[in-house]
């Protein structure tokens, strides 16, 4: 009987996963990520432990090697099967092999097989990724290592449920059996102002005077309850920067890794006078997730509110901050889908007041979390003469299908712009962050004690505001010296909105090789879509991913890493256990019962559409106020709801400036609609009201 000492999985089987360490490097607004897992056997008989885990959606993994006692061994880029079959001839001849390798289904999972570990053996296990990071709405820039390893939903009838996914091992988030420790040096041409965490943080560590280099660590005791997010935050973070990196001298000249490579980027900051112009016109198709999982809480906390709660409370925002004259839609997914209407209606009072029942009735009731159908149903609808379509994307986002819902965004991005937002922990890195870029918006997580409202309504900001099109880059390069731009071509900028370009360079530049990896991985997620969507018959495309991925040294669908290590020429012996190393998922607890409205949400309720509010005893109540106090000091000439307008107005700004963001809109409306009515009146009467 084996002895199931030291760590134990819920079916108290031994864990040979005994802790995790993460370094972080970041270089401005792309990071290098090194972790370090540590294997203990201490079972009787050789074991194979399978660990799948999250990696960003972004990421590129880029060098994998183990360490056995003294001797390591560097990992291969080879074929997939290639490596697969290498992989299992290995331990049938009785030798030590790992496997690394990107799941088939989203580019966010991986699997890692440790195989023919002896007993009492210890092995060290090191993986390297490069990431851009993400661009947060408030300038911060986002670095998310992720913990939590949700189940995926499988489309019925998908043929999915092969893939990494389908040997996902989970275990209740903060009771995973390993530790981890992590620490990050970052380097900016720009002061860094600060470094926030949803975690416990050791205090930033300034390393020289200038403040460009700053080191911070995760404080000791991380549970694994939750994904840990780096916020950092530079000065002058809008002035464009170019990164120029010199060749890997041991490529070949001409080739990805042989050249020079420059990494351009730019997070332009628009005048005052252009961002104060706001559109009227669009199509706004509001794609909620309601699946069941959407019934859990928020967050881990007392007092959560459940998802689908903050779904109903977003809407109704953003239905009262919608512009008179554009149209609409509100499009409810699960197992299947339900539209409010048959189609897009133009924005009113009577649909207003209509949607609005609709979204109080609204529950996580429709089954699993299929994305795909109604993208499908809503990129089959034909766009509205001069009201351009723009899809809010809301999801927890645990799906298996997600290279094919990323191929559907991309097919239409010419015609569709797609905001996205990831709710909870252990949503996937790579749906939302892939269908805000592949549809040319911007992509949001809410986790933590994150407010779903806020977020949104910034994004709402940048589907309102101008965006800049027609996009050129303009390369001075001295005579000789050539540019091959490896990114897409970027379609549209707007305010908030960061764009990273990378392109091969010939010529002398003068090795940290982050910006060849990530223009690498850049031109093979462009490939690899190309592939898929000539539906595997596009000859020479998947060939010409394997060649890049293996002389980069960048992971890829079509291949993987593996790394075979002889013991000193003996077989292991004995019978081989699999073991595999749980990940933390969020589990459900029943949310907290919900509070009654919160003032600012209930004035809200009360807006028409057309911006204005009525005298009533509702609003007076809202105001702390009883109908007549409201009414009395109502000068004679001035009409009932422009009076009721103001009031409104005033007590938003003198009561709720700290959640201007999400009430700018709507309150822009009430003055747009007051400046619209005969006559001026004084607002202050009822300043002194209020006070």
Known sequence: MVNCCGLVTVKKEPVPLKSIAVEVSVQGHVATVSSTLQYENQEESPLEAIFVFPLPGEAAVCRFSAKIGQSEVVAEVQEKQKAQEQYEDALSSGLQAFLLEESDESPDVFKLSVGSLPPGEKASVSLDYVTELAVQADDGLRLCLPAVLNPRYQPQGSGIGSGSSALVSSVPAGSVPYSLSLSARVSSPHPISRVESNCPLDPLNYLNTEKTQAMVSLAAGHQFDRDVELLLYYQDTHQPTAIVEAAQTSAKPGSLMGDPMVMLSMYPEFPKDVMSLMTSHGEFLFVMDRSGSMSCPMHNGSGAQDRIG???DTLLLLLKSLPMGCYFNIIGFGSRYKSFFPKSVEYSQKTMNEALQKVKAMRADLGGTEILQPLKHIYSQPCLPDQPRQLFLFTDGEVRNTKEVLDLVKANASSHRCFSFGIGEGASSALISGVAKQGGGHAQFITGQDRMQPKVMQSLRFALQPAVV???VKWNVPKGVSVTTLSPPIRMLFQGQRALLYAQITGEVGALLTVHRLGARTLIRCMEMEERQGGGEKKGVKEKVVELSVQSGVSSAFTAFIAVHKVDGKAVQGPMLCRQVPTPSFDCPAPASNPAMDPLLQLISLQKASGSWVLEAALAEVL????EEVAKPKPAPVDQEVWATVLA??????FKMEDQEEWQFLAMKA???????????????????LK
Do not use: C
């Not at 702390?624 to 109908?627: A, D, F, I, L, S």
């Not at 003055?671 to 009201?689: D, E, P, R, Y």
């Open 624 to 627: 702390g106020k009883t109908e």
């Open 671 to 689: 003055v747009s609609w007051i400046q619209a009515q005969k006559g001026t009146i004084s607002w202050l009467g009822s300043t002194v009201l």
């Open 310 to 312: 903050s779904a109903r």
């Open 470 to 472: 027609d996009i050129s």
């Open 649 to 654: 107005l005033v007590w938003l700004y003198g």
